[in-house]
């Protein structure tokens, strides 16, 4: 079994079986990074450029060391301090940074479509580290990850999506994932953060947080984007919480055993309660953890099928 792409641009149109292989890899690294030396060889050779022209603490920090104890040689491109400051292209600074002898890059960027534009214009290997509102596949696979290492699957589970449905790459990637992994998944959130016909996604859509969590096992808290909301998508932040913040008295609608999630970074007091948060529910740390031992799952996986054929 291997993956079908040598990218991996979204998780939309990826197979039960690519996940499986993907999650079953993850296995094996999660348990390397909880070794005293926590390095194998496996891309010894590989160079690997992170390309963020957005800021990132989890994903840029796990992707670099996923890289480190994979054995690759690795940079970090970071816009503010390069010469994109004096006007040069996207498509120029890749294709000068690949005439460097790179072999794969990590994107993260503000626009979707990025991701697949690289794929058109570099010989590399692209990993899309979340593009706009599309994609964040990644963290959907951590996510996935998490769920499966609590339960021991994920066919059959009822996971709600809370949040900016609308703006959040990651919801977009976690339903693709988690619908093709036979979970149950239903959305919510207030009506103007919802996307036109998102029931053509196939999940449940609520606006009412009390009927969404009734009966569910995992919810996954997503960031309000306050950096988007001058747009008038909410009235307020504090009627956004008080309709859609997470509670302890809501949280009793779960099913027994239920999971707190959350991708982080976290607005606390406005999605999600410091108690919840810090709570004996929240995987929200084990996420993290999680992410570094998927991402080296995906380079690894991906340095398989290189354009060189090396
Ligand atoms: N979850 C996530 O993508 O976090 P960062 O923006 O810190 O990478």
Redesign the pocket.
């Known amino acids: 079994m291997k993956l079908q792409s040598r990218h991996l641009i979204g998780l939309e149109g990826v197979s039960a079986d690519e996940i499986s292989l993907i999650l079953d890899t993850a296995v094996s690294f999660r348990e390397i990074i909880e070794r005293p030396i926590k390095k194998v060889p496996t891309l010894r050779g590989i160079t690997v450029l992170n390309l963020f022209y957005e800021?990132?603490?989890?994903?840029?920090i796990?992707f670099e060391l996923a890289e480190k104890r994979l054995s690759a040689d690795s940079i970090t491109f970071t816009k503010a301090m390069s010469s994109v400051k004096k006007g040069e292209t996207l498509k120029d600074t890749v294709r000068n940074i690949e005439a460097m002898k790179i072999n794969m890059v990590v994107v993260?960027h503000g626009s979707s479509g990025v991701p697949y534009f690289l794929t058109q214009c570099m010989d590399s290997n692209i990993i899309n580290?979340?593009d706009g509102s599309h994609e964040?596949p990644t963290?959907a696979l951590l996510d996935m990850f998490t769920i499966r290492q609590k339960y021991g699957k994920l066919k059959g589970l009822r996971v709600v999506l809370i949040g900016d449905v609308k703006h959040s790459r990651?919801v977009r990637s976690n339903i693709w994932g988690l619908k093709t992994m036979g979970c149950s998944v239903a959305v919510c959130g207030p009506s103007t953060l919802q996307p036109y016909e998102v029931e053509k996604f196939g999940v449940d859509v609520y606006t009412d947080l009390d009927e969404a969590l009734d009966g569910a096992d995992v919810v996954n808290i997503m960031r309000i984007q306050l950096e988007r909301q001058q747009s008038g998508f909410l009235a307020t932040q504090r009627e956004y919480t008080n309709l859609f913040g997470v509670t302890a008295e809501r949280l009793k609608l779960l099913n027994k055993n239920y999971t707190v999630m959350h991708?982080?970074?976290m607005n606390r007091g406005v999605e999600i309660t410091p108690e919840i948060a810090d709570g004996k529910s929240s995987v929200i740390l084990e996420q993290v953890t999680n992410g570094q031992a998927v991402r080296m799952a995906v380079l690894y996986l991906l340095s398989g099928k290189r354009e060189d054929g090396e």
């Open positions: 800021p990132s603490t989890r994903t840029k796990s993260r580290a979340g964040h963290q990651v991708p982080g970074p």
